[in-house]
């Protein structure tokens, strides 16, 4: 299955059979290059797993239809991501930019109280810091790193459509320049890291929006919002309110991203200009609205439905799917980004674990699969549950019994990849969930209608992030 070869050269397209998954006619080609492994997007997904391929010999090819710096929303960085930024070897670059993140605080406007949560306080203390990042300098580091490592990295370079070769068992990839040049590359193995717009999802039809979940965010940069004071000071703050949640990350250069997240249905209520309206969902959360009341917009508003998403399938016979492109969560536990670069690595360990070994290669995909759906399951499970009031309750009065909060803090951290024992406690903490839900059923069940009505409508159509 996974035996291409590491050359590179000029060739000419073939005729051999091939499955065109568009259902288009022909598809637009250019001069056809060959390649090992292709990877559709350069973005935190597409830049790790090209960086981990280039440090085990391989050298992988990224198509990026954007130029790096280029702006992409998901600025708040896990504690778990910091081991994967050593292992790239841009710690210190990340560091450099980014702004130091303690922990967390969640806010209730309905009664004031408010919660923190610092990740020196999880199971495992040796991650107690992560980063608030400008994702224009973040993911320019992990794409310039992986120049580096030996990545043939083309940016400005849009990949219009795939080609499955059924006799040679190769995909051909057709893609397009900024400057209107089309060019094709025929790889043993191609990767779509293309985040949300999920290149190959949507050809393969593979794409499911799942039925549990559904949001849709606008969201802006402000200088001047007040801050808190120390180490406190790039803490991400997450307010509840009655359409949603809002976002409040302070990132180093005195910026500070400001979004909701919001119910698709009260998204579609919106009367005024998206302008307006921000402003107005920002009024509905009073102490959000006084951290912001001497702070001046520095963007234009932006908005995006980001609703849930899943593909049927992580892989393929000759592709992985991974990141965004593979499957999108609610960012309120800014999990994206960390979930993206766990599956960089992972893509890329599978890819050398399968050639190394042929035989092994439908376990390694296998687990390939298990690994990409872990961290979506977990975290979805706290996500359909965030803006319940019983889990409101555990969030704002967190108790350690039984290392519950513990456990909490590590799922929190992005830390559920290793070794670190926090599932007994993960399940205790969901058994007390049931417990208070059962015994407050009125409750329960009033909220599970209202999250049931505010998911049911379709986002509008809106300018995508
Ligand atoms: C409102 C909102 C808030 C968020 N907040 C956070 C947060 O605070 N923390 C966090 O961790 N995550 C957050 N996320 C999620 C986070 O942004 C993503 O999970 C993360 O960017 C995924 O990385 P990726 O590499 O898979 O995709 P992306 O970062 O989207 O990268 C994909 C790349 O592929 C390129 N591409 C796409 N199509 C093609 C094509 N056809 N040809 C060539 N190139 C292509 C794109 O230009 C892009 O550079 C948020 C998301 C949203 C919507």
Redesign the pocket.
Known sequence: MYVGTLDSGRMAPESSSQNHVTGSPAPISGPTTACDILI???????ATAAISLAEKGYRPVV????RHP?F???????PANLPLLQRLGVAEKVRAIGMEKWGAEFISHWDGRRQEFEFSQAWDKSLPLAYQVR?SEF?EILIRQATAKGALVIEG????DVEFLEGSGRVRVH?EHDDGRLQSWEAAQIID?????T?LGNRLGAKRRSKKHSSA?M?AHFTGARRDCGKREGNISVYWFDHGWF?F?PLADGTTSV?A?VWPHYMKSRKSSLREFFFETLALCPPLAERLSAATLSTEIEA?G?YSYACDRSYGKNYLL????YT?ID?VF???????MQGGMTAADTIDACRRNPGGAPAELRRFDKLMRHGPKEFSWFIHRVTNPTMRELFLGPRNIWRMEEALLSLLAGDIFGRTPIWKSLRLFKAVYYAISAANLGRTLRAVRNRAANIRSEPERLTS?
Do not use: Q
């Open positions: 559709i997007g350069g973005g935190p997904a597409g198509l990026e239809k954007a280029r992409h929303i998901g600025e708040s960085l896990l994702r993911d370079c849009r990949v219009r893609a890291a293309s985040g949300r717009d290149f965010a969201y976002w990350i979004g997240v995006t980001n991974i990141g965004d492109a999108f960012p800014s999990s994206g980004v960390m979930l993206a992030a």
